[in-house]
């Protein structure tokens, strides 16, 4: 029973608030419902969680689960029909939130995959390319990790070069997959 769980009322009282908050939401309960094994099993409804890193800030998680051996993966949503430049800095803040508090495959960020006649994003190439423009376009967010985390990232000290839109590709190339889904 989902409505039994932490956060669900603040959830659904979310809802109501406007037109893309409800579409945001059906989305999630679509996922929910009909694609559960991407997620797992449900066990917390929008939780605010603290990265400790001032540059960075809070992020508010979505929805929390266990999937296999994962305990407490965060699931963010994105009923985007674009990630459009408006969003860079927003989304690149909490993408990088999301990187320092926790380890690839202990979050993922799921979005909604458009009817190929409609506007929106349509297959996973897609969906990629506009992740690196973002994330290329913000790339000195990076810089807001800690050290060690940084160098894990992208193979060298944060002090020794300056990142790079070739770095930022390498890293969404090689862990797409473990992050980004794309649900119809």
């Avoid at 908050?21 to 989305?27: E, I, L, T």
């Avoid at 994105?78 to 939130?97: D, H």
């Avoid at 000195?140 to 070069?161: A, W």
């Amino acid at each position: 029973n989902h409505a039994a769980k932490p956060g669900a009322f603040d959830f659904m009282s979310e809802l109501t608030e406007s037109a893309g908050k409800m579409a945001g939401g059906s989305f999630v309960l679509h996922t929910i419902k009909n694609h559960a094994d991407q997620i797992g099993t449900v066990t917390k409804f929008e939780v605010t969680v603290s990265t400790e890193a001032d540059e960075i800030g809070d992020i508010v998680v979505d929805l929390i689960s266990e999937q296999g051996t994962v305990v407490n993966l965060f699931n963010e949503f994105k009923n985007w029909q674009a990630i459009t430049p408006n969003r860079y800095e927003s989304f690149t803040r909490q993408f990088v939130g999301y990187l320092n508090g926790k380890e690839i495959g202990q979050f993922n960020y799921l979005f909604k995959q458009s009817a190929e006649n409609t506007n929106g994003i349509k297959n996973s190439s897609e969906l990629k390319s506009q992740l690196i423009k973002a994330l290329q376009d913000q790339k000195q967010q990076f810089t807001n990790l800690p050290d060690g985390k940084f160098e894990s990232m992208f193979d060298f000290p944060k002090g020794l070069r300056q990142l790079t839109d070739n770095d930022i590709s390498l890293f969404i190339n090689d862990n797409y997959i473990d992050i980004f889904l794309l649900i119809y």
